[in-house]
T-cell receptor, first 112, second 115 residues
Framework: DQQVKQNSPSLSVQEGRISILNCDYT??????FLWYKKYPAEGPTFLIS?????DKNEDGRFTVFLNKSAKHLSLHIVPSQPGDSAVYFC???????????FGQGTRLTINP | NAGVMQNPRHLVRRRGQEARLRCSPM?????VYWYRQLPEEGLKFMVY????????ESGMPKERFSAEFPKEGPSILRIQQVVRGDSAAYFC?????????????FGSGTRLTVV
C-alpha cells in the first residue's frame, strides 16, 4: 500500500529552466509534507516543508504547492542549477505521528 | 558536532551472520528513528526510540530485527541471521523534540550487503 507516490522515476531539465517534481498521497490523515534531497552515498537532506493549513510555501528558489482536494503536492525549482541534480523524495506525516512516509523518489538531472 | 553519525558506512555479512548498525544522534537529540531503503525504493520507517524506550516499532519485521537506545552510547539496530533480502541502506535520524518530523536530521546511512 503506497500511501505516497512519486510517479516519475526521473526528470531531465535544462539549466536555468523550471523543474517541477510531483507527489500524490492517499491518506487524508496526512497534515504535514516535506521534500528531501539526496545525493548518492549520503543521507536525505531536508529541503522545504508545508503544513496542510497552507497551499504554498516558498524558500528562495524552492516553492512547494499543496492541493488538498486533489491530494497532490509539487516542488518547483527555479532557476534550476547543475547542483540541483539529485534524487528528490516527497514525505508525509500524520498529526501526532513520529514517522515519515516516503515516496519512491524522482531522480532530477539538470543539463548544462 | 558533525551531525548524526552512523557506522559502519559499509557492512558485508554472509547469510546467517549478525549485523549490528550503530547510530549516534546529534548532540542534544534524544529521539532516534531508523529507516530502511531497499534498492530503487523510498525510505521506509522501521522504529522510533527515546533513551531506553522503544516508542513505535510498527515498521520492524517481526523476526530477527531488534533495536535499542541505551542510556549511554549509540542506538543499535541488530539483524540476526541475515538473508539476502536484508541488503539495503539503513538510515538513522534524530530529533530534539517529540512530534518534530520537521526537525529530523539524517545520518549518511549504513549500506548492508549480504552475500
Amino acid at each position: 500500500d503506497q500511501q505516497v507516490k512519486q510517479n516519475s522515476p526521473s526528470l531531465s531539465v535544462q539549466e536555468g529552466r523550471i523543474s517541477i517534481l510531483n507527489c500524490d498521497y492517499t491518506n487524508s490523515m496526512f497534515d504535514y509534507f516535506l521534500w528531501y534531497k539526496k545525493y548518492p552515498a549520503e543521507g536525505p537532506t531536508f529541503l522545504i516543508s508545508i503544513s496542510s493549513i497552507k497551499d504554498k510555501n516558498e524558500d528562495g528558489r524552492f516553492t512547494v504547492f499543496l492541493n488538498k482536494s486533489a491530494k497532490h503536492l509539487s516542488l518547483h525549482i527555479v532557476p534550476s542549477q547543475p547542483g540541483d541534480s539529485a534524487v528528490y523524495f516527497c514525505a508525509a506525516s500524520a498529526r501526532g505521528a513520529q514517522k515519515l512516509v516516503f515516496g519512491q523518489g524522482t531522480r532530477l538531472t539538470i543539463n548544462p | 558536532n558533525a551531525g548524526v553519525m552512523q557506522n559502519p558506512r559499509h557492512l558485508v555479512r554472509r547469510r546467517g551472520q549478525e549485523a549490528r548498525l550503530r547510530c549516534s544522534p546529534m548532540k542534544g537529540h534524544s529521539h532516534v528513528y531508523w529507516y530502511r531503503q531497499l534498492p530503487e525504493e523510498g525510505l521506509k520507517f522501521m522504529v522510533y526510540l527515546q533513551k531506553e524506550n522503544i516508542i513505535d516499532e510498527s515498521g520492524m519485521p517481526k523476526e530477527r530485527f531488534s533495536a535499542e537506545f541505551p542510556k549511554e552510547g549509540p542506538s543499535i539496530l541488530r539483524i540476526q541471521q541475515v538473508v539476502r533480502g536484508d541488503s539495503a541502506a539503513y538510515f538513522c535520524a534524530s530529533s530534539e523534540l517529540q512530534s518534530s518530523v520537521s526537525g529530523y536530521t539524517f545520518g549518511s546511512g549504513t549500506r548492508l550487503t549480504v552475500v
